[in-house]
């Protein structure tokens, strides 16, 4: 049976020591003894206990001296200690030295076990959460972020040459890029990753809740607030605050964050005291915040408090060549999820992944593969495992025209048409691959469907219940990063 913990007994009275050695052992523990303080170091490397239990005054070496050699050896190492009745402030210099808690003698057996209970609980959470630090500055670091492509490769180095100074990041590019993942990168490599990473999706929030959240808000700042509560940039104190799709905030919220940006202070909603925070700030977008600017909805001074450093995440088509490595990623993880023995790809599925656009890029591409994997039969990817839009890719139609000889109308159709293909139907990416308006889509496949010449590449556009808004806003609204 596994023993309740490690107990290094150190006492210099031999029947006090053996009868705590023995009372402990019953009790499930796994225990050593030693004589004092000197006797006691050599243990510390062999035994390797959970907790040190040491008598506070031996000759030779006292309590305190052997708790200061063993937090030498061991900076997490718990002790307690154990003394005399009139000897509680020798015990309280113990605990400034380090000892999690101290017992007067005679020692009551419960009380003991109480005592090493708690302290042992305290020393697994602390382990549990430095591995859980660790699993989490692993998955953040850099390495992380696959490509050997020239693109991603300047990416990279840019990060790490910017994540060290205090300077402000802007991160942009399309949806499903990774721009979450590169601000992370950011912050792990940076001095502040010992500090907290907060994340807040600007767009999700209604402009009340989105200052809230940022700032936070003093009990009755409005209806709801039964208590203060600390905003996000309080919570990230000494550390990063990543801001994902900053264009969506609201003209007011601007105002406030431009004013942290300059002073490093704010107050919260319904409240008055001033609060001083050290965050840096990490924003990112898939939206032109330059034609935001100069169409009045994003303030000018803003843009450039938070456009010291510019990194662009590039598109997956823009990448081609860290699709291979991305998809092998993407089949270990999720073969290994979902208990799968699947191992690769065959050479005519991987030439489809290749050869497919990825409009959704490395987000669309990962639920591509998670797909194929749950379906695949064998211990291979094939083409058939593949959705159809993405398998069809590697095969174009015979009849599509070519450069020499075509019109510009031919080859505006020939792209209308195959982008809806890709897309499903779906007036709004296509019209998003395209950099189009989905009204401009729309018109166009009416006058293919009315036209007297031959119309079987036509394709219905699908219905879309936004595509009214869409038309008079002419585009669509990105979904979360």
């Not at 060290?164 to 499903?176: D, H, N, Q």
């Not at 924003?283 to 000018?300: I, P, Y």
């Not at 729309?442 to 079987?456: A, T």
């Amino acid at each position: 049976m596994q023993p309740r913990g490690r107990i290094l007994v150190v006492d210099d009275e031999a029947n006090a020591r053996m009868a705590l050695a023995e009372l402990l052992r019953e009790e499930g523990y796994a225990v050593e003894t030693a004589a004092d303080g000197f006797k006691a170091l050599p243990k510390l490397d062999e035994f390797a206990p959970d907790l040190v239990l040491t008598d506070l005054r031996m000759p030779g070496m006292d309590g305190i001296e052997l708790l200061r050699k063993a937090r030498d050896k061991d900076p997490e190492c718990v002790a307690v200690v154990m003394t005399a009745f009139g000897a509680v402030e020798s015990a309280v210099a113990a605990m400034r030295e380090g000892a999690a808690d101290y017992l007067t003698k005679p020692i009551n057996m419960d009380e003991l076990v109480l005592v090493l209970e708690r302290c042992l609980e305290r020393r697994r959470l602390r382990a549990e959460a430095g591995f859980l630090r660790q699993r989490l500055s692993e998955r953040h670091r850099i390495q992380n972020i696959i490509g050997s492509s020239p693109a991603i490769k300047n990416v990279l180095d840019t990060v790490l040459q910017v994540a060290p100074s205090r300077a402000s990041v802007l991160i942009t590019g399309e949806s499903g890029t990774g721009k979450e993942l590169l601000a992370a990168a950011l912050h792990e490599h940076s001095q502040r990753s010992h500090g907290p990473f907060v994340k807040l999706h600007c767009a999700a929030l209604a402009e009340t809740l989105l200052e809230s959240e940022l700032f936070g808000h003093e009990r009755g700042a409005f209806t709801g607030a039964v208590a203060r509560r600390d905003g996000r940039f309080q919570q990230a104190d000494g550390g990063t605050l990543f801001l994902d799709e900053i264009g969506d905030i609201s003209p007011a919220t601007q105002v406030k964050l431009l004013r942290f940006l300059q002073e490093h202070e704010f107050e919260r909603v319904g409240g008055n005291q001033t609060i001083k925070v050290d965050v840096r700030i990490v924003a990112a977008t898939n939206r032109d915040l330059l034609r935001l600017v100069k169409d009045g909805k994003f303030r000018e001074d803003l843009y450039y408090r938070l456009n010291v450093v510019s990194i662009e995440m590039p598109a997956l088509r823009g990448r081609t060549s860290d699709i291979p490595l991305l998809a092998m990623h993407f089949l270990r993880k999720y073969a290994k999820e979902n208990e799968k023995q699947v191992t690769g790809f065959a050479d005519e599925a991987l030439e489809s992944l290749t050869r497919y656009a990825w409009p959704g890029n490395v987000r669309e591409l990962e639920n591509a593969i998670e797909r194929a994997v749950v379906i695949c039969r064998g211990d291979t990817v094939q083409r058939s495992d593949l959705a159809r839009s993405i398998a069809t890719a590697a095969h174009p139609n015979d009849d599509a025209p070519t450069v020499p000889g075509a019109t510009l109308a031919e080859l505006e159709r020939y792209a209308i048409i195959k982008t809806l293909e890709h897309t499903g139907g779906s007036t709004s990416r296509a019209a998003e691959i395209l950099g189009i308006s989905p009204r401009k889509i729309q018109y166009k496949l009416h006058e293919y469907n009315g036209s007297s010449s031959s119309n079987k590449e036509a394709v219905q556009p699908r219905a879309e219940p936004v595509a009214g808004a869409q038309a008079q806003g002419g585009g669509e609204k990105e979904g979360s990063e």
